[in-house]
Nanobody
Framework: QVQLVESGGGLVQAGGSLRLSCAAS????????MGWFRQAPGKEREFVAG???????DYADSVKGRFTISRDNAKNTVYLQMNSLKPEDTAVYSC???????????????????WGQGTQVTVSS
């Protein structure tokens, strides 16, 4: 079992920055691909960013160049640095863990094994 707890959300003005953290307990995250997803009211949950066990990353087109995902295996934590935030980034952000091959990275949360409760990010215009 892996327990994931997100933190770092909040209210920020457009153009501002936030760093989300996803702390894991129960298993070491180095054995998992990790993804960040978000869901805005009335919208489908969508893939935001992911990092493979190899350390390579993928991003949704809407956040490329603004968001950066990283992992600190020693701290068993994954981060999402969000810069140049826009009102359309407002959503509940959740992290997810998938036990998978070295170079695999699912983009659908249903393919993940574990996910957290989420943290609210609100960007005001």
């Amino acid at each position: 079992q892996v327990q994931l707890v997100e933190s770092g959300g909040g209210l920020v003005q457009a153009g501002g920055s936030l760093r989300l953290s996803c702390a894991a307990s129960g298993r070491t995250l180095s054995n998992y691909a990790m993804g960040w997803f978000r869901q805005a009211p009335g919208k489908e949950r969508e893939f935001v960013a992911g990092i493979r066990r190899s350390g390579t990353t993928d991003y949704a087109d809407s956040v490329k160049g603004r968001f950066t995902i990283s992992r600190d295996n020693a701290k068993n934590t994954v981060y999402l640095q969000m810069n140049s935030l826009k009102p359309e980034d407002t959503a509940v952000y959740s992290c997810a863990a998938k036990s998978t091959a070295w170079s695999s990275l699912p983009r659908v949360i249903d393919e993940y094994d574990y996910w957290g409760q989420g943290t609210q990010v609100t960007v005001s215009s």
